[in-house]
Structure formats: C-alpha cells, structure tokens
C-alpha cells in the first residue's frame, strides 16, 4: 500500500448541493476519495469495496493500514428492518452465523433503535468484506449516518463508504468544512461542505460478541447506561475482546485527538483558581501568563471571573454559557483547534468528572488529547 497520497494542486470545497452531491457521487463512483460531512465528525471517504480507492484514504491520512475503517451504509427510505442482522448478511457485510440467536437479536434490536445515527457496530465480518478492513481483523466496524447529505451521497453513488474522521492520523476530528481543509488540502481532491456537524463527537462504538454481550469500544453520543438496556454490557478495557494484543480501536490508542500545544487537564473550578493564584505567584507580571489558554466546561463564577480578570480574555473560552452537554460536545474540538491556532505555550483544559454519558464521551476525549505523546 503507498503512503505517499496522490497529488492534487488543489482541494474544491464545494457548498453542498444538487450539483456538488451528484458530482460527488460521481467522484466516489470513479474510485476517488471525497470528504463529507456526517451527524458526528467530517469523514473521508472512499468506496469500500474498492480497494484502491480504500488505499486512497489511509494515503492521505497518513495512517497506519493496521486500523480498519468504519463502513457507511445508505438508509432506504420508508424501509422497515425486519431482520437488520439477515440483511447486512445478504448484503455481504458480516457472517451472521457466527453470532448466536440471542446477538442477532440484540443486533436486530439496535439497530432498530440507533440506525441512522451515531451508533457503530462491530460484528462478525463476512468473507468478502476486504478493501475495507486491511489487516487480520476478523469483524466489521458499520454504521449508518444520519446526516441528509451523506445519506444521499450514499444512495446517489451506490456504494457503501468506508470512512475515518477526515483529519491527518492522530490529529483532532474536524467538525467543519475549514477543518478539513486546514488537515487535508493538497491532499485530496474534494470537500462538501455542510456547515458545522450537529453531534461534534465520534460515534458510540459496540461490538457484538457471539453469546451476544456487547463490548462499549468508544464512547458517545450514545451512552452506556443506554446501551446496557439491550444486553450485557462491559468497557473493553474490562478485557480484551480480540486475542491480539494491539489495541482494539486505536481510538484506543492513549494518545489521540491531540492538539499540538501542551495540554493540561484540571477538573474542578476550584483546582483552577489554585493553579492561577500559584502561577501569579510565581510570575513577574500578569502578562507573563499570557502563554496559556484557558478552556472552561462552562462559564466562569464571580469569583474566578475576578481571577481571570488579570487574563487575556481571547485566550479564555468555554463550551458552553450554562453547563450544557450536547452545546459543549458540538463545540469541543472547534474551541481546541482555535486555542490551539494561537501557538500558545499550554492549554488548561476542563475535563468533566462524568464517567457517563456525554460528559463521559468528552471526557474520554480530553484524556486522551492530554495524555503524553507515544514516543
Ligand atoms: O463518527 C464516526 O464514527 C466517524 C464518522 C466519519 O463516521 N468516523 C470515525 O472513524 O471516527 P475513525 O476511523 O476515525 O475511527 C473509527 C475507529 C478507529 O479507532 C478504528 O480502529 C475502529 O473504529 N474500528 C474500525 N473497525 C474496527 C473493528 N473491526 N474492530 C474494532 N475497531 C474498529
Ligand atoms: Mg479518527
């Protein structure tokens, strides 16, 4: 597989619409690899049973051809699943007899329940699924996105899409057109932009065992306690759920997500204004702090907007005026990228204390955004 991409002079942003959807379409057709917009992160895509096109898009993001790619399934409109599970068989995505009848009920169930939307599904794979799952995997990563423009760019082309977030290997997903282009212009050919995306996390990752109990691979929009109601229900990092020893979704991998600049968690408000006063302390002036950026889960009280006063206030953000989650999780990687833009010397970043839910997913991402780089 090559690792250099092919070279393209320039990158077309194009608004979506009519035309830009079935140009598009005809793009993917072709082999070509184009970035959409999705429900939860702009994606790079490509079709996934074609294994140039497949190359294409590991080429451009540079990423390691160990990690499988999510595929993206059309939703036929008006379309009852009766049997979700029989019907990815015959559409030759997974092996549904390696899967007990209990997990294909429970296959059957969520997807009746999450699909379209930001639920990823890890099953049995078929024999024939190949271009879209280099590597030694014995499963398929699928999942059937919601957005109105990536459901029509699927049933326009007639492919299923194999597609990651459509940033270079490691970086921050992007949640806008810009963002993309900031990642991946001069690399790939073209981009349809569809505005900033509504969820602005990745989605839930599951995987489906034989016996039917479900592995939470990454969190999401989607929660654990949610999921739990439709089987039994365990993280990954409770055991491994491959043999092999390399991470099982290198979303998994600790560091990921990363912005550039050095990046320091705290949790509380109260931590923060002990890290301020310390820092004060230790500094000549007020200006020196200047180096650091600030981002808030939520707007500043009284009394650590006083503190703040003496700070930058470009520097400063929050996620959201009033401590809301989905605002905050729809924000989350724009702001990191913005303060990161500043080429600041660190970033002081709010990790929510959540385990679950939204706040949880968030926080799974700010861990990992923060933890030391892999050498
Ligand atoms: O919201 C999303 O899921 C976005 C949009 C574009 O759909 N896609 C996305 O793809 O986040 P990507 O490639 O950036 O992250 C997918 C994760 C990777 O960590 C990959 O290793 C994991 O899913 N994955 C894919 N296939 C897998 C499999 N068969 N078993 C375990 N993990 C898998
Ligand atoms: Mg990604």
Same mark, same amino acid.
């Given at each position: 597989m090559s690792s250099t991409p092919s070279a393209h002079l320039q990158t077309l942003r194009l608004e979506a619409n009519?035309?830009?959807? @079935?140009?598009?379409?005809?793009?993917?057709?072709?082999?070509?690899?184009?970035?959409?917009?999705? &429900?939860?992160v702009y994606g790079?895509?490509?079709?996934? %049973?074609?294994? @140039?096109?497949?190359?294409?898009?590991?080429? /451009?993001?540079?990423?390691p051809s160990f990690d499988p790619l999510i595929v993206h399934l059309a939703s036929e409109s008006? &379309?009852?699943?009766?049997?979700?599970?029989?019907?990815?068989?015959?559409?030759g995505w997974i092996d549904a007899a390696a899967l007990s009848e209990e997990a294909q009920a429970i296959v059957d169930r969520l997807v009746r329940a999450f699909?379209?939307?930001?639920?990823?599904?890890?099953?049995? %794979?078929?024999?024939?699924?190949? &271009?879209?799952?280099?590597? @030694?995997?014995?499963?398929?990563?699928?999942?059937?996105?919601?957005?109105?423009?990536?459901?029509?760019?699927l049933q326009q082309s007639g492919c299923a899409l194999a597609a990651p977030s459509a940033n270079r290997f490691a970086q921050i997903s992007p949640t806008r057109a810009e963002h993309v282009m900031a990642e991946l212009q001069g690399r790939i050919p073209l981009v349809l932009d569809a505005g900033p995306c509504a969820i602005g996390l990745e989605s839930t990752i599951v995987q489906v065992d034989?016996?039917?109990?479900?592995?939470?691979?990454?969190?999401?929009?989607?929660?654990? !306690?949610?999921?739990? +109601?439709?089987?039994?229900?365990?993280?990954? !990092? &409770?055991?491994?759920?491959?043999?092999?020893?390399?991470?099982?979704?290198?979303?998994?991998?600790? %560091?990921?997500?990363?912005p550039q600049t050095l990046t320091r968690l705290f949790e509380t408000p109260l931590s923060l204004a002990q890290s301020l %006063?310390?820092?004060? /302390?230790?500094?000549? +002036? @007020?200006?020196?702090?200047?180096?650091?950026g600030l981002l808030l889960l939520q707007a500043p009280d009284a009394e650590l907007r006083a503190l703040l006063n003496t700070w930058p206030?470009?520097?400063?953000?929050?996620?959201?005026?009033g401590g809301d989650a989905e605002e905050a999780a729809h924000r989350l990687y724009a702001s990191l990228r913005e303060l990161d833009g500043l080429a600041l010397s660190a970033l002081w970043?709010?990790?929510?204390?959540?385990?679950?839910?939204?706040?949880?997913?968030?926080?799974d991402r700010l861990r990992r955004a923060a933890a030391a780089p892999a050498d």
């Open positions: 009519e035309d830009s959807i @079935a140009y598009a379409a005809a793009q993917l057709r072709a082999g070509e690899i184009v970035a959409l917009p999705t &429900e939860t790079l895509a490509g079709n996934a %049973r074609d294994a @140039a096109a497949v190359a294409r898009i590991f080429a /451009a993001k540079g990423r008006g &379309e009852t699943f009766t049997s979700p599970s029989r019907q990815l068989e015959a559409q699909w379209p939307g930001p639920l990823t599904l890890v099953l049995p %794979r078929a024999p024939a699924v190949l &271009e879209a799952v280099p590597g @030694a995997v014995p499963t398929v990563a699928l999942r059937m996105p919601s957005h109105p423009i990536m459901q029509r760019v034989a016996e039917g109990g479900l592995a939470l691979l990454r969190p999401g929009k989607i929660g654990a !306690s949610l999921l739990a +109601s439709f089987g039994r229900l365990r993280r990954a !990092s &409770e055991g491994a759920v491959h043999e092999s020893t390399r991470p099982l979704a290198p979303g998994m991998l600790s %560091r990921h997500y990363a %006063r310390e820092l004060g /302390a230790s500094l000549q +002036s @007020a200006r020196a702090g200047e180096g650091i206030a470009h520097y400063c953000r929050w996620l959201s005026e970043v709010q990790c929510p204390t959540q385990e679950e839910g939204l706040w949880g997913a968030i926080r």
